[in-house]
């Protein structure tokens, strides 16, 4: 079976590192200079790996194998937030750069078609995962045409200024395909607590956000009394404090919600607020879960309008994002290359965080591999893996690629 060549996997990671480093992170959004100018290295990469190899109208970058398929297709992506972490998607990109040509060079395996590529903006800059949408044709044209980033640049003139508007975009080849493989960092703790390596993913979480507004009157804060008062943000508080409340008693260890920006109007000490909003994200594994959860929120709602006082409202502030699962076969090769790697070190275990193949499994059997994360932190400069558990995690996505493939020729007729 293949062996990665662990000192070229770490040299292309610190190299692509270095394209938009900033103190220990990387600042790299999407369709900024820096992340074009990463993606162009990459395409160099691709190539030099043997791989043919396309910069499309978004800026995905695919590096094509010249083998017939079956074929697996392995990536992730190499935009970051803002601040962001230098393994956040980099890692996913060069373990499959690192797989296509592990495999290439073992005689055992040489016959067998990896490609690699690089998704566009899965970390939402304009919107979630516009690489891996538009490559299976559901990035939707009125979306894309509206578009912006949250200093009001458009994605339209980002793909212009770019030189991509008039470039060509990539779409999935039907029948080449046998699936997507993608490896991640965990972003979370549960790794590293437990003292493992290698993280089998089961599924990715749905998400769900909701804005939650209340309407009050506003008014003197000295002169209006008490038993008088229309109170916006005592209205929001109180609801805020009942979902904590009330959540709980329906959630798993797994379950998370967030109340992740509060507004209160007009803002003044002296003042009775008029008006205030919060925004609420939750998310779990189960659709039926997502469901009570908004169910408790109108319940809170229709709690608060029952007063009489307030004028409260909940809706749905994002398109949902259902929970996908990942494919059954892709994960027990998977856990079969785990065992060989890191014996007893390993776990099966649900994505908290949304990736590409909560997108890409609407087309293709997916499955995803992690990496504990060093204090489970991530979307931040202080984001990191130790050296040896990137080099196991890639060796185990070899692995299980060359697995899945050979399984694969074995069942084509």
Known sequence: MPKINAERLLNDLKTLRSIGAVETGVVRPALSEKDLEARRWLKKRFEEAGLDTTLDGVANVLGRSRKNGPALIVGSHSDTQPRGGWLDGALGVIYGLEVARALAEDPETSDLAVDVISWQDEESRFYGCIGSRSWIGTLDPEVEANATDRDGVKLTDALKDAGLTDVPRLRMEEGRYVGYLEAHIEQGAWLEEAGEQIGV??????????????????????????????????????????????????????????????????????????????????????????????????????????????????????????????????????????????????????????????????????????????????????????????VAGCQVLADAAASILKTSQKETP
């Open 201 to 390: 993913v089961t599924g990715i979480v749905g998400i769900r956000g909701m804005t939650l507004k209340f309407v009050g009157e506003q008014n003197h804060a000295g002169t209006t009394t008490m038993a008088r008062r229309k109170d916006a943000a005592t209205a929001l508080f109180r609801v805020a404090s009942r979902i904590h409340e009330e959540f709980p008693k329906h959630a798993k260890p797994t379950t998370v919600w967030t109340l992740g920006r509060v507004v209160i109007e007009p803002g003044a000490a002296s003042i009775v607020p008029g008006y205030a909003e919060l925004t609420l994200q939750f998310r779990d594994s189960e659709e039926a879960l997502l469901d009570k959860f908004e169910e408790i929120v109108a319940e809170l709602i229709a709690e608060v309008n029952a007063e009489g006082r307030i004028k409260a409202s909940a809706e749905r502030s994002r398109t949902p994002v259902p929970p996908s699962d990942m494919d059954e076969g892709f994960q027990d090769h998977l856990s079969a290359a785990a065992e060989k790697t890191s014996p007893g070190k390993w776990r099966r275990m649900p994505s908290a965080a949304g990736h590409d193949p909560m997108v890409l499994s609407e087309a293709l059997p997916c499955a995803m591999l992690f990496i504990p994360s060093i204090g489970g932190i991530s979307h931040d400069f202080a984001e990191d893996s130790h050296e040896e558990d990137i």
